[in-house]
């Protein structure tokens, strides 16, 4: 009898499933799915930084995904022992007292207010604003402490507040608001009680404050100075936390039947992506895990004597078992980085979209093909463009704040900018220019660590950048002036998640001994060009003065 396990990874655009064998882990079926309301853009706005999604693209992004490894992969259900799930965060969702959430019901289908709330939304910075002012003023404990101590417009209670504001009927109709992760590990469960459901522990103590310090979620008496509805809906939460290695409760009839597994699967505690993508990625102490897609996540495990007492300020937080149980996860991040070169590629393609795919000179078939090879080869021709481009020709300095900074430093207000065009300025220069934009970045967040006394030994890549984009990467090398090593890995998260699952399943001890077993290898590495180091440092200072220029003109 074989012990297989599955890893479902929610990323911002598409999810994706992993069948692993756990004995070697052994990728045996994947299959990735794209959000089919998400890819038409409904119920965004780009321009106020308001990004839902609705839960019916998850739920069917993971019944054909799941059926597909399944199918693919051939294997007697029974021998499917665990599935765990990672999404982003934080992206929580307004649910009614069954735990369904609002938009899944009549009433508010199509209201973006009862959706889930993104991960990349900042339409809750005034909010966010505000617990900063009130945890530093209010004369007791300051609860953003583990957690930067800077409170995101990114995360859980600025974005419930924001939205209770704002929408009167969505305030009325939720009994409760579950992560993303959560929403998707109860929607697969036997226990349907919401009131003892088992809560990530990763999300709650890297986004909604809670800590054990302070028995569970920051108290009503701190709440209620924000809105009273904050401190009711803290009844309705929860006091305990759990990690991903623990179980959630097994596979209910409804989900076992469509899915075409038996009511003896095992369901894991959810975790975020970032998180999980470490595991798969065989994180160790004093390695930094960053995980480069859209955005970036940057994790470090330590110990609890390593970490002691101190606080590390200005990143988004320190979780004792939030990758590792028995460990402090420590998480940082970019709120852009593929998505800096991704809002590039988008203004550079206005006239191809209004003026060449809607001209009438071309026939339908032709505008296809266009269009396919003009994908297929964008980012690669400016990229070969830039790469191209000697390091003593003079390009612009620019900033990689389009979707604000996360850390260091929380400030999702600040905005990006560039100096230095001219008319010598060609889109590859502005392409460079912004590849070394989100590096500088990355660096930031590596001073701070270090500065804050933690030691960061090696560098880990993962995620569709890592893999993509070996220019990038050997920039970050250069930049950051340390080796980097890229996991073999298509889906590290997706590969963490089934760790966690092997575990849950009791298959392995612990999440150590899974991921030495079921962790992935690593396919290159990259190292510092030592003569190229010292003009990054240039570059860089460029960078430094350009970012304190902005954030002082930042109201
Ligand atoms: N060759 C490439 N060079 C630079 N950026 C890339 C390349 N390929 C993809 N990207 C960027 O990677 C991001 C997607 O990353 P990925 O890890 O696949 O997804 P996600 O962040 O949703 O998990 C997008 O922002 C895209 O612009
Ligand atoms: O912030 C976190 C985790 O804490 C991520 O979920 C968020 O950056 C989304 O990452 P991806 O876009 O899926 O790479």
Redesign the pocket.
Known sequence: MKNYVIGLDY??DSVRAVLIDTENGQELASDVCHYKRWKNNEYCNPSINQFRQHPLDHIEGLESTIKSVVAQANVNPSEIKSICID?????PIPVNAEGTPLSLTKEFEHNPNAMMIL??DHTAINEANEINELAVSWGGEDFTKYEGGIYSS?WFWAKILHIIREDEAVKNAAHSWMEHCDYMTFLLIDDKDLATFKRSRCAAG??AMWHEDWNGLPPEEFLTKLDPYLAQLRGKLYNETYTSDLVAGKLNQEWATRLGLTTDTIIAVGT????SGAVGAKIDEHALVR?M?????DIIVASHEAVGSKTVKGI?GQVDGSVIPGYIGL?A?Q?AFGDVLAWFKDTLSWPLDNLVYTSDVLSAEQKAQLKEEVESNFIKTLTEQAEAIPLSESIPTALDWVNGR?TPDANQGLKSAMTNLSLGTKAPHIFKALINSICFGSKKIVDRFEEEGVRIDSVIGI?GVARKSPFIMQTLANVLNKPIKVCASDQAPALGAAIYAAVAAGIYPNVIEAAKKMGSDFESEYFPQADKIEKYQELMDSYSVLSQFVESITK
């Open positions: 990323g911002s999404t982003t965060g934080s992206s991960w990349k990114e890297h986004k975020f992506d970032a998180h995980v897609g859209t955005s970036t996540c988004c998480e991040g709120s996360r995620g």
